[in-house]
Nanobody
Framework: VQLVESGGGTVQPGGPLRLSCVTS????????LSWVRQAPGKEREYVGT???????YYRSTVEGRFTISRDDAKSTVYLQLNSLQIEDTGMYYC?????RGQGTQVTFS
């Protein structure tokens, strides 16, 4: 299983960002994937999940601002971040079961 996140960067509060996670090593369409994040000095926390049937769940603090989507043809899952808040800073990871990528960093200017 390989998960490679990208798309992080430095943004201003309120700004958008789109994260991607390209996967390999498993049949992508058979699995749900999640996004998690970890801010400096804090515990890792759940952001949301997209299941293989397309159903989606979010933590309450990001619902309405973040959107998870998937492209089964590209074995890729996305996380669109809108109306970013300072509290959203951190390393974002996509996750399949116990496997996570190396993460992509979201910081604020």
């Amino acid at each position: 299983v390989q998960l490679v996140e990208s798309g992080g960067g430095t943004v201003q509060p309120g700004g958008p960002l789109r994260l991607s996670c390209v996967t390999s090593g498993f049949v992508f369409s058979d699995y749900g994937l999640s996004w998690v994040r970890q801010a400096p000095g804090k515990e890792r926390e759940y952001v949301g999940t997209i299941n293989r049937n397309g159903s989606i769940y979010y933590r309450s603090t990001v619902e309405g601002r973040f959107t998870i989507s998937r492209d089964d043809a590209k074995s890729t899952v996305y996380l669109q971040l809108n109306s970013l808040q300072i509290e959203d800073t951190g390393m974002y990871y996509c996750q399949k079961g116990d496997s996570r990528g190396q993460g992509t960093q979201v910081t604020f200017s």
